[in-house]
């Protein structure tokens, strides 16, 4: 399991705590200038192939992929990389980013990551807040980079891990309003529903093993496959 020690990333004063939520808001913004709209994760072929036809299975969806693959995968990916920033520690920073590239089951979710991930060290450089060149890993992916913009904003690891799941619950459901089609007022009734699980996703998150890592989503990495030569796509492949 990794160990989340006191670092500068756990800073705890009134302005401090202050700057570093509004530095995560930014982060998690659908306005952040990186592209995440632009994917589906597999959902567009979920509907496509009628595995997810209505509010009720999208939310099992997403409950399924949330319990399975995120808190499983990129949640307790990003206590370890963040960790890692706070420490300075390139070669675990490589370690991990390598492991995370090795577990994307298809072209389009490793594609998915890499760019977005060069979106946000570009964003980043924008932003003149980079860290030092030498511990950017090569092909620096979008979980890595996420880690480090928020122990760049002082933000607390645990905030880390509910920003992220926030994020890609809202971009899910954006997908399926524009997809499925999903009505705004269900999509909020799903997130009403899916509020305490991701709570208890970043909780189980950061008590995982190494050894416990991996993704468990057989159905998405199907979908996500299948989507590369799907006739018809709003999203990207």
Same mark, same amino acid.
């Given at each position: 399991?990794?160990?989340?020690?006191?670092?500068?990333?756990?800073?705890?004063?009134?302005?401090?705590?202050?700057?570093?939520?509004?530095?995560?808001?930014?982060?998690?913004?659908?306005?952040?200038?990186?592209?995440?709209?632009?994917?589906?994760?597999?959902?567009?072929?979920?509907?496509?192939?009628?595995?997810?036809?209505?509010?009720?299975?999208?939310?099992?969806?997403?409950?399924?992929?949330?319990?399975?693959?995120?808190?499983?995968?990129? +949640? &307790? !990916?990003?206590?370890?990389?963040?960790?890692?920033?706070? =420490?300075?520690?390139?070669?675990? #920073? $490589?370690?991990?980013? /390598?492991?995370?590239?090795?577990?994307?089951?298809?072209?389009?979710?490793?594609?998915?990551?890499?760019?977005?991930?060069?979106?946000?060290?570009?964003?980043?450089?924008?932003?003149?807040?980079?860290?030092?060149?030498?511990?950017?890993?090569?092909?620096?992916?979008?979980?890595?980079?996420?880690?480090?913009?928020?122990?760049?904003?002082?933000?607390?690891?645990?905030?880390?891990?509910?920003?992220?799941?926030?994020?890609?619950?809202?971009?899910?459901?954006?997908?399926?309003?524009?997809? +499925? &089609? !999903?009505?705004?007022?269900?999509?909020?009734?799903?997130? =009403?529903?899916?509020?305490?699980? #991701? $709570?208890?996703?970043? /909780?189980?998150?950061?008590?995982?093993?190494?050894?416990?890592?991996?993704?468990?989503?057989?159905?998405?990495?199907?979908?996500?496959?299948?989507?590369?030569?799907?006739?018809?796509?709003?999203?990207?492949?």
């Amino acid at each position: 399991m990794a160990t989340v020690t006191n670092t500068p990333t756990e800073a705890a004063t009134p302005q401090v705590d202050d700057l570093a939520l509004l530095g995560l808001m930014q982060l998690v913004s659908p306005a952040l200038p990186i592209g995440a709209f632009a994917w589906s994760q597999g959902l567009e072929s979920a509907f496509e192939l009628g595995w997810v036809n209505n509010e009720a299975e999208l939310a099992q969806w997403v409950e399924g992929v949330l319990e399975d693959g995120l808190s499983r995968c990129e +949640l &307790p !990916l990003l206590v370890r990389l963040q960790t890692a920033w706070a =420490e300075g520690d390139a070669i675990t #920073l $490589a370690k991990w980013n /390598d492991w995370l590239h090795a577990t994307r089951e298809t072209a389009e979710l490793s594609d998915e990551d890499t760019r977005l991930g060069g979106a946000l060290v570009t964003l980043l450089r924008n932003l003149e807040l980079l860290p030092e060149p030498h511990l950017i890993p090569e092909e620096p992916g979008y979980i890595t980079m996420f880690a480090w913009a928020a122990h760049k904003r002082f933000v607390p690891v645990r905030q880390t891990l509910l920003g992220f799941v926030w994020a890609w619950l809202e971009n899910q459901l954006a997908v399926a309003c524009k997809a +499925l &089609p !999903l009505g705004h007022t269900a999509a909020q009734r799903i997130i =009403e529903r899916l509020r305490p699980q #991701l $709570a208890v996703a970043v /909780d189980t998150a950061l008590e995982r093993n190494d050894h416990e890592l991996g993704p468990i989503l057989p159905g998405l990495a199907l979908g996500s496959a299948l989507h590369e030569t799907q006739y018809s796509r709003l999203f990207r492949s």
